[in-house]
């Protein structure tokens, strides 16, 4: 437990997130070791995302919710140190014990799913780790997509969601994918944070009946 414990602060020192140790370090380091369980043994009292990477799924449990200017953020953490943070389903912020973390993220004109009936385009800002590149700002193209064939998406039709792709404008780099409910919220995303090496995350359980 210790020395998970000690892990998981090292984990918020690095992205920068505000933890209250008296009243969290407990419940969120038994997560954090529970997380990894296989799927029939995850704690039904939690909330799940499965990711998926380079073809190897795991689980991260929901910490807790962190409120900010853009929105709440979701922190989710697995038992092998990750930690990933969403935002209206987008990648807020990553601790990622393999590959390129996204230290810190933010958008600008970032629209509303609702609001995109065919393309849209707002900016992205982001700080990068390894290599401390911070400030970096691309603008982005939004899209409506039709579902796709090749997505990580599990129990759920594709086409029962609504899909779309974003794109760094004049760069060459694999698009991110988002897939909506009907409800507005992103059940499904996946991103390359790096050229090699890319995730998605759903929404888990999930059924055409709902998320959990």
Known sequence: MTSRL????????LVGCTFDP?????????RVIHAQEPEGRLDPKYRYIRVEVEGHPAYMALG??????GGPVDVWY????????LQNGRIAGSAMK?????????YVHLPDWSAIHDRAYFERRRDVSPGYRYGINEKMLIRRISAPKDSNLLRVSPSSLSWFEETVVGADSRPSRYAVNEKGRVVYGEQCLSSDFCLSWQDWPYSEMGAH
Do not use: P
Request: aromatic content about 10%; charged content about 20%; overall charge negative.
């Open 6 to 13: 000690l892990s998981l602060l090292l984990i918020f020192g």
């Open 22 to 30: 008296t009243s969290q370090s407990v419940t969120d380091a038994y």
């Open 64 to 69: 807790y919710v962190d409120q900010e200017k």
């Open 78 to 85: 697995s038992s092998d140190r990750n930690l990933l943070r």
């Open 98 to 106: 393999d590959g390129v973390d996204w230290i810190s993220v933010s």
